[in-house]
């Protein structure tokens, strides 16, 4: 949910600097590639780094809260291991999730064009 409200989002907010691309000779599709674009870079910057949070806090953490039945350290210690295949399952999941919501956002982005150049005269 929280992805679609940001991509919805972004497109209000840049809903009067896609009307001037659009004046300036960008067509309706252009516009709609570049927002789509711009989201999947964002989703995907976004899945990658808190992919390697996540690992890293595990890493870091894993060693510190295991403990044996008499609360010691265990000997040797534990080496953190990733099952990677959901975890990217995950990544590769909300990464789509993302693209969808994207594209659905850009599909509609002909109506706020169009409506973001009504209300720039407005403005004036």
Not at 9 to 30: D, I, N, S
Not at 53 to 62: C, L, N
Request: net charge positive; charged share 15%.
């Amino acid at each position: 949910m929280g992805v679609a409200v940001d991509v919805s989002a972004t497109a209000r907010r840049r809903a009067g600097e896609l009307a001037v691309l659009h004046t300036l000779g960008a067509g309706h599709r252009l516009v709609a590639r570049s927002l789509l674009a711009e989201q999947s870079f964002l989703a995907g910057m976004g899945v990658l780094v808190g992919l390697a949070v996540g690992v890293g806090v595990a890493a870091t953490m894993a060693p510190l809260v295991i403990l044996t039945p008499s609360a010691d350290r265990p000997d040797p210690p534990p080496l953190l291991s990733v099952d990677w295949v959901p975890v990217l399952g995950t990544g590769i999941g909300l990464l789509a999730l993302a693209l969808a919501f994207s594209a659905a956002v850009s599909v509609s982005v002909r109506r706020r064009l169009t409506a973001a150049h009504l209300r720039a005269g407005e403005a004036q």
